[in-house]
């Protein structure tokens, strides 16, 4: 996602999907998964300077741990990455003083990649990782467009299966051309929601789930889609707010400058009135050394 969209608003974007993701199941992405009962943070410990943040960590009702990554092509030493991604969580809960988890790591892959070329396993000797995939590629993506699109139209309440195909559609479309063309569409279609709050889970869920299609110019696309709905009204929010506090740290900046210069000018004050003291001082004594030197003393 360009650094814009990422580093201003992903935040925004994440915490809209997780207060309402809680409750949702993955089973319309061919995961049989227990539901979702927690969107848990990914800023997770860093085992190396370039390692990428996790997509998404959730807890399920199982009380396991699933690490979910989303990739466009299939590549054996993504395998190291996840290990890398279940090492970091592992450590977040090693300093919370909990060994005894479950992690279940999680690849989607988009439409670009089929079952049959995806090895799910990688052993070697004394480990061995199970990879839970999913392919967009088995989405029927016209079938869902046309059927999101009949029901948007006609003011049809969304079931929580379609809502769940609705924010990962962008994705079951083949090429990076076809996926950003599928995102505006299903942008467009998604403003029309009746209800405000679904819209605005859908359209945080899709810029989540569609983030690494997302380049600089397309993300400028998005800037302008999302000014509008709710989500943009959060990103505004937000931006008063974190300037309101910049406001208030610049002036207790200001203030602290104020001061200590206050205070270096009274010890300066200070400083030259001692040494105009001492200099007082030692003329006096110059003066009675030299009257006692008068006196043969």
Not at 17 to 45: C, I
Not at 226 to 253: H, N, P, Y
Not at 255 to 276: M, N, P, R
């Amino acid at each position: 996602m360009s650094d814009d969209i990422a580093y201003q608003n992903k935040d925004i974007i994440s915490k809209v999907f997780a207060d309402n993701f809680v409750g949702k199941s993955l089973k319309v992405y061919g995961l049989d998964l227990p539901k979702v009962v927690q969107v848990l943070p990914t800023n997770l410990p860093d085992v190396s300077a370039n390692e990428l943040r996790i997509d998404n960590l959730f807890l399920l009702e199982d009380g396991t741990i699933a690490i979910i990554d989303y990739e466009s092509v299939y590549k054996e030493e993504n395998k190291v990455k996840y290990l890398n991604y279940i090492t970091r969580v592992v450590e977040r809960y090693k300093k919370q003083g909990k060994l005894d988890i479950k992690i279940r790591m999680i690849v989607i892959y988009t439409a670009d990649v089929t079952k049959s070329s995806v090895c799910n396993s990688y052993d070697i000797g004394s480990l061995k990782l199970e990879i839970d995939s999913a392919f967009l590629s088995e989405i029927n993506s016209e079938e869902v467009m046309n059927r999101l699109t009949s029901k948007v139209n006609s003011g049809e309440k969304l079931t929580e299966e379609e809502l769940m195909e609705f924010i990962i559609l962008p994705l079951t479309y083949k090429d990076k051309e076809r996926k950003a063309f599928a995102l505006e569409k299903s942008f467009n279609l998604a403003k029309n929601l009746a209800d405000e709050d679904t819209m605005t889970f859908v359209l945080a869920g899709m810029l989540v789930f569609a983030d690494k299609i997302i380049d600089d110019e397309l993300g400028d696309k998005v800037k302008g889609w999302i000014r509008m709905t709710k989500v943009g009204r959060l990103f505004e929010a937000e931006k008063e707010a974190a300037l309101a506090e910049k406001d208030v740290l610049l002036a207790e900046k200001d203030a602290i400058i104020a001061s200590v210069q206050l205070e270096s000018a009274k010890a300066q004050a200070e400083s030259a009135k001692a040494q105009a003291e001492n200099a007082k001082a030692i003329a006096r004594i110059k003066e009675l050394e030299a009257q006692l030197a008068a006196l043969g003393k």
